[in-house]
């Protein structure tokens, strides 16, 4: 070929329902231009089928636009809407932060997204878009999501189910050809179970149906039973046989691969939100479910999880006698915080005569112990006041420990009830030291609750704790003594006891 006959090649196939297609390199013909663009339109070579009006191209993606208002029938008149947005041929796009107003446009719904978005729930509205957005937030509030707004018109949703992680994002965009302005909400499940993540999307349009241009009038505004994970599972339908039990406990302590425990582990979970199912894991036994949970707290973030769910499951049974030494805490003895918190003040206080008192209390998941402990606590602390007038004190306690504390200073617990310090040894106890207090699930401190000892304390309670911050994380709430903590809490109160001639009782 010439270069004169190549200076604008098309590639074209040839071919009839009876013969062979034919490949052949040509020029293009002087009349025969099936699409026409403009100067700085597409300009890279094409694909062109005979007799169908159709291109593909190489063009950069800046051309794609044109592409997408392409007719597949040239002869037929558009409607006026369609020709209005080829003439203008602009996008709606994120206006630039410079701009003196820095508003951001609802982006419009380009004709390839048309073919993907079959694949996602969604619903039309014709409302404006800030209601939309507005009303989209407050459906999601009531069941606790993390959502963060992205470009405005875009919500990437994180939501813990039953211990379960489900992510999603919720995007408005604009759609075209019609006679109004309308839009479309589309739900995209990123990770995590379909059917949880059905179940909340219906539940999300019923609270929205005054944006909902086709609303689900007969959906639930709230979780079904099996999905919510306040409510306990009551009846026949959710118990399990002993048998089940035994092999379930049994699967969790094999050697199995990672997606199939995961599988497993999450069936004992969802059972174990009905009381004779916690029961019956007891029974048949004990000490293998024990051993389950236990390397389940010491393995990755979501078996972990999993784990505390378990845990809190059991330990709504405060009152009941199966559930008061199903794990037990820390053995006697000062425990994990409290031997290191002792030794650091004792080398903080060089010079001072320094002791400690073990308080005799039955730490477990019920915490029922935390009563009879502070009433320990409190005939420790007036007996060894009454021998030696001299000795000051330092308070302080490890989870339940801390509720022991709690109780003895005189604030108000849910965890039961015991005698209290007098106040007239306010003066000598110079600091009281807590972590992972369960105080401060109630919206409470030691600082907002105790007038007479809310300056003397120094709570710690790490992010993702999941006795004082309502988290998830238990290895937040095992790693005090080795994160600084309890370092730091013995420097604070050693500061506090420092100037004192007399002796330290801790």
Known sequence: MSDSNTSAPIFQIQGTLDDELQLEFAPPSSGGAIYITEDDAVSSPVTQYRDIPFEFTTASMDHLETLDNLSFFPTAKQPAGDQQQYQSKQKQMTASPLSPSGAVEVPVKEGWDSVFSAAYLSFPSTANPEKIMTS?????????????????????????????????????????????????????????????????????????????MEPLFFAEVTLEPWLDAKQELK??????????????????????????????????????????NRRLFLEVDRSGFAQALKWMLADSEVLARFAVFILLQYAKESGDDESDDIFSGE????????????????????????????????????????????????????????????????????????????????????????????????????????????????????????????????????????????????????????????????????????????????
Request: hydrophobic share 35%.
């Open 331 to 506: 053995a006697a003895g000062l425990g994990i915080c409290g031997k290191p918190l002792v030794s650091g003040i004792t080398s903080n206080l060089a010079g001072m005569s320094v002791s400690s008192y073990a308080v005799d209390y039955l730490a477990s998941m019920s915490q029922t112990s935390a009563g009879p402990g502070a009433t320990d606590m409190t005939k420790h602390v007036v007996s060894v006041a009454q021998e030696c007038p001299d000795t000051v004190f330092v308070l302080g306690g490890y989870s339940q420990g801390a509720s022991v504390t709690d109780i003895s200073i005189g604030i108000e617990t849910t965890l039961g009830s015991g005698d209290t310090i007098p106040e007239t040894l306010s003066s000598r106890i110079k600091a009281i030291v807590t972590f992972g207090n369960p105080l401060k699930l109630t919206g409470q401190t030691i600082k907002s609750a105790s007038p007479t000892y809310g300056s003397k304390s120094f709570e710690f309670c790490n992010t993702g704790d999941p006795v004082c911050g309502n988290g998830f994380n238990v290895m937040a709430h095992l790693t005090y003594a080795t994160d600084g903590s309890v370092k730091t809490a013995a420097e604070k109160a050693s500061t506090l006891v420092k100037g004192s001639t007399r002796s330290l009782r801790a």
């Open 136 to 212: 989209l937030q407050n459906a999601l509030t009531p069941f606790d999501c993390t959502v963060r707004i992205e470009n405005r018109w875009t919500l990437r949703v994180s939501w813990l189910c039953v211990a379960e992680e489900i992510a999603f994002s919720v995007s408005l965009v604009q759609e075209q050809g019609h006679s109004r302005l309308q839009y479309e909400v589309a739900f995209r499940r990123e990770f995590g179970d379909e059917a949880v993540f059905l179940q909340l999307v219906e539940c999300v349009r019923a609270r929205c149906s005054d944006v909902d």
């Open 235 to 276: 009846g026949r339908r959710y118990a399990i046989a002993d048998t089940e039990a035994a092999q379930l406990i049994k699967e969790m302590n094999a050697q199995l691969d990672a997606d199939t425990l995961y599988e497993v582990i999450k069936v004992v979970k969802n059972h174990c939100r009905h009381r004779g």
